[in-house]
C-alpha cells in the first residue's frame, strides 16, 4: 500500500463549487505540506503543517484552506473553486533525521475548474 | 526571494548517452538541494539529496554536484536508458525546511 495517499484522484468541479482534497499518510510523520504544480512550473507551496496544532500559510495559500484531522490526515479545501485553481495538486510529509529532512510526496490529484 | 532554474526545461536523447541536467538557485544560502523524479500519474520520488556541506551525491547511474557558492547544481545521468524518461526536479530547501522547485526538466530517452 501506498504510504502517502490523496483521494480523488481525479476531480472536475464548476466555478464557485466548494471543493475538499483529502491526504492520508501511514509514515507517522509530524509534518504534512500540500503543493500545487501547474504546466511548466515547480510545485509552489499552499500551506504546511509541522504537527497538528500548527498550520502555516505558504506562498500562495490565497483561495485555499486546511485542515490537519489527525496526525495521519490534512485535508485541502477550495472554498469558492475559480478556473485558475485548475492543477495538479499534492501532498506531502516528511520527517527530519540526524538534521536531515526527506519529502515524501503522494500520487497527485489532478483538478479541473471549469 | 529563492528563484530555482531548470536548463533545459526538455531534452530527447538516443539510449545510451551521459547527460547533464542544470539547475540554478539565487540564494546560496541553502540547508540542502534535491533532485526528484517525476513520472506521469505517479508523485515524486527523491533521487539524491545534498547538504549544504557536501559537493556531491552518488546514487547507481546518477551523479550529483552541488556549487553552493555559485549557486548551480547539476545531476549526470550516465548510459541514459529509455526508463529514464520522466521530468526531473530541483528543489532547494531553504531555512524553515521548505522547498523551493525548479521548472523541472521533461527528458526522453529514445530506444
Known amino acids: 500500500d501506498a504510504d502517502v495517499t490523496q483521494t480523488p484522484r481525479n476531480r472536475i468541479t464548476k466555478t464557485g463549487k466548494r471543493i475538499m482534497l483529502e491526504c492520508s499518510q501511514t509514515?507517522?510523520?509530524?509534518?504534512m505540506y500540500w503543493y500545487r504544480q501547474d504546466p511548466g512550473l515547480g510545485l509552489r507551496l499552499i500551506y504546511y503543517?509541522?504537527?497538528?496544532?500548527?498550520?502555516n500559510k505558504g506562498e500562495i495559500s490565497d483561495g485555499y484552506s486546511v485542515s490537519r484531522q489527525a496526525q495521519a490526515k490534512f485535508s485541502l479545501s477550495l472554498e469558492s473553486a475559480i478556473p485558475n485553481q485548475t492543477a495538479l495538486y499534492f501532498c506531502?510529509?516528511?520527517?527530519?533525521?540526524?538534521?536531515?529532512?526527506?519529502?515524501?510526496f503522494g500520487p497527485g490529484t489532478r483538478l479541473l475548474v471549469l | 526571494k529563492q528563484e530555482v532554474t531548470q536548463i533545459p526545461a526538455a531534452l530527447s536523447v538516443p539510449e545510451g548517452e551521459n547527460l547533464v541536467l542544470n539547475c540554478s538557485f539565487t540564494?546560496?544560502?541553502?540547508?540542502?538541494l534535491q533532485w526528484f523524479r517525476q513520472d506521469p500519474g505517479k508523485g515524486l520520488t527523491s533521487l539524491l539529496l545534498?547538504?549544504?556541506?557536501?559537493r556531491e551525491q552518488t546514487s547507481g547511474r546518477l551523479n550529483a554536484s552541488l556549487d553552493k557558492s555559485s549557486g548551480r547544481s547539476t545531476l549526470y545521468i550516465a548510459a541514459s536508458q529509455p526508463g529514464d524518461s520522466a521530468t526531473y526536479l530541483c528543489?532547494?530547501?531553504?531555512?524553515?525546511?521548505?522547498?523551493?522547485f525548479g521548472g523541472g526538466t521533461r527528458l526522453m530517452v529514445k530506444p
Open positions: 540564494d546560496s544560502a541553502i540547508y540542502n
Open positions: 545534498i547538504q549544504s556541506s557536501q
Open positions: 503543517s509541522f504537527d497538528v496544532k500548527d498550520i
Open positions: 509514515k507517522g510523520h509530524d509534518r
Open positions: 528543489a532547494v530547501n531553504n531555512a524553515g525546511n521548505m522547498l523551493t
Open positions: 506531502a510529509t516528511s520527517d527530519l533525521r540526524a538534521g536531515v529532512e526527506t519529502q515524501y
